[in-house]
């Protein structure tokens, strides 16, 4: 194992790791001299040298030291030796805003805090020419007076990287918030990309889940293009006023930040008149959604927990053409949205396939809670790093002995879950699996800014696994 450096020792304790990814790895710190606590963010040159990254961590620093704001974290210093680079930077000792989200919808007043500190701190990026373009809940740290704090400027760009036409044009970001002007791969503005992903943001807060959401990721492209979706019975009447402009997908007409900053919600926060009203069991129609049922508020989340198909489902081949590597239009964006999901076809029937899945459970020593015939989930019986591990399995019918089987991580540390896969899984699943989604394919490198290169990337600070 390589020794700290003494360049690091001699002014920096070095404590616990933070997290790790591909890289190199975030450990908590603490300064010899004044006794701050920080994370320090090791990089090796190697690494970053042979993928190509170097304009991007160079782009990185540069973004940092210009954006300086309560509400973001801060780059104290970087310094370097042979092998690596070393970014010293604000620790956030709250951890991710998606931990919370996590637990479950957040309450109105509690949402719209977090939400105004996102929106300040975003149009200060915009003032100093910085368009951050992976806004999303993993992002955003929470110090330990549960400020916020934006973090992760690994895909953001800079005024400079406009061509001709005033427009960006690397579709980048993560799926579930990328405005439908990026999906479209045509040249999108920056600051008003930003501003539909602060609107998905604060709608994830308020719902506890995502306005877009679908399995199938064509499908929810296709509703982010559309802005199909709608609002829960308990949003208030001024924060569905608010969203329908900013979720709107036309970019000319969104609202921007300043008038977001101007609105009455946002500048006063909900009042328990609002929340008293009867517009709560009513709907506010938005482009392309349907009105809400009016169903009360437990009806509601248990409609949305139960709205995926019960399985096995039969699929056409459109489905099986979106799920294919060849045809996954995540590959435009990040790959942490197929890191964290696994697909494999089998020839076998379902049942052999379920009945292999409970004997992993008993070998992993995981619980198996079964929520419909085909669709179920695997539970660690130990808290992790993150909670508790517990991946969902789904399995889909294409013909009575072909099927696809979709295992993604829905709760937990990412690491132990790629961890368990990659160790215990997929070795006990040889038997069954006629080909692993992308098993052949070669990785193709990515082109830097205007092409950069898009990785999983929670947010640095926090306890969560980092990947650079």
Partial sequence: MENKPNILTQRYELGRLLGQGTFGKVYYARSTITSQSVAIKMVSKDKVLKSGQTEQ????ISVMRRVRHPNIIQLYEVMATKSKIYFVIEYAKGGELFDKVAKGKLKEDVAHRYF???VNAID???SRGVYHRDIKPENLLLDENENLKVSDFGL???AESKRQDDLLHTPCGTPAYVAPEIIKRKGYDGAKADTWSCGVVLFVLLAGYHPFHDPNLIMMYRKISRADYKFPNWFSLEVRRLLTKVLDPDPDTRIPLAKIKES?????GPSSRERKSEWVNKSVSTSGTKPCDQTNESESIAAEATQESVVPTSINAFDIISRSKGFDLSGFFEDC???KEAIFSSRQPASVIVSKMEEIAKHLRLMIKKRAPGL??????KEGRKGIISIEVEIFEAAPCFHLVEMKKSNGDTLEYQSILKEEIRPALKDIVWVWQGEQQQQQSQPSEDHIQMHDRPATTSTSTTHF
């Fill in 124 to 126: 200060f990026c915009h």
């Fill in 57 to 60: 961590i160079k782009r990185e």
């Fill in 264 to 268: 009455s919600w946002f500048m006063k």
């Fill in 156 to 158: 953001s760009a800079l």
């Fill in 116 to 118: 105004q500190q996102l």
């Fill in 337 to 339: 949205f197929k890191k």
């Fill in 376 to 381: 179920f989930k695997l539970e660690g019986l």
